[in-house]
């Protein structure tokens, strides 16, 4: 009884996506009842690493079957989708389901910023996009996209802010790995509040960044926008950026 099918067989019967640890939970479960024939009690506390291997071949199988569906992985949990190509019958037979309403182009350039440049404070995004970020990144917060983790180490302590796992999702990505390969997006210098110093004056509790090329929000929005097109599984949505609009002094609008 080989592990891969083992495993293919609790997804295709989750009513979620499954994470590797949660696999390893019910294979576990399984092991341990007082019925369990030997082959269930061999995969009794597998490594991870065992179960991500099998994980991937499946994953790779399903797409060399050039099938009506594959395997994929949003957000570190993995789940089968169905490609593109026969939505408009699922749509026909299950109906059209809801979809979150499309980000605002400041609010796409201001969750970019967030994504590239995690952990980073509000101060920072004000800098980078030259504009109040006050009104979307509450908006942000409440759809679950990003949330705050943690604070800062410089003068006041403040809020630093992260993405979440539904930002993943919502970008139909495995991880944060997973973002366009982007380097220059990172590289827009920040001029940050004087670092915390310890008892010795000559020693800071955080280094200092060092000075990198500059670079434009627009273009990290965009990198953001290429992953949702290109990384998006069939049954996420995906995102398309509103058409622009000039920022205006008083901040950005909410989303």
Request: hydrophobic fraction near 45%; glycine fraction near 6%.
């Amino acid at each position: 009884m080989e592990l891969k099918f083992v495993i293919e067989s609790l997804l295709f019967a989750a009513q979620k996506p499954l994470s590797p640890m949660e696999l390893r939970d019910v294979l576990n479960r399984a092991a341990q009842e007082e019925n369990a024939i030997e082959p269930v009690r061999a995969l009794l506390k597998l490594d991870l690493e065992l179960i991500m291997t099998a994980l991937r071949t499946l994953e790779e199988e399903h797409r060399a079957a050039a099938r009506s569906y594959r395997l994929v992985c949003v957000a570190g949990a993995w789940q089968f989708v169905n490609e593109p190509d026969y939505g408009p019958w699922l749509r026909a037979f299950l109906g059209v389901k809801n979809r979150p309403s499309r980000l605002s182009q400041p609010a796409l350039e201001t969750l970019a910023i967030v994504a590239y440049r995690q952990p980073i404070t509000r101060a920072e995004m004000e800098q980078i996009r030259g504009v109040a970020v006050d009104g979307v990144l509450s908006s942000l917060v409440e759809r679950g996209l990003i949330e705050q983790v943690g604070r800062a180490e410089v003068v006041g302590r403040p809020m630093q802010y992260g993405t979440t796992a539904a930002f993943l999702e919502y970008f139909g990505l495995a991880g944060l790995e997973g973002l366009p390969d982007a380097s220059e997006l990172r590289r827009i210098p920040v001029q940050r509040p004087e670092s915390l110093l310890t008892v010795d004056p000559g020693l800071a509790t955080v280094p200092e960044s060092p000075k990198l090329e500059e670079a434009s929000a627009e273009t990290m929005a965009l990198g953001l926008g290429d992953a949702a097109s290109e990384s998006s599984p069939a049954s996420e949505p995906r995102v398309e950026p509103a058409s622009p609009a000039a920022p205006s002094e008083a901040g950005d609008p909410a989303l």
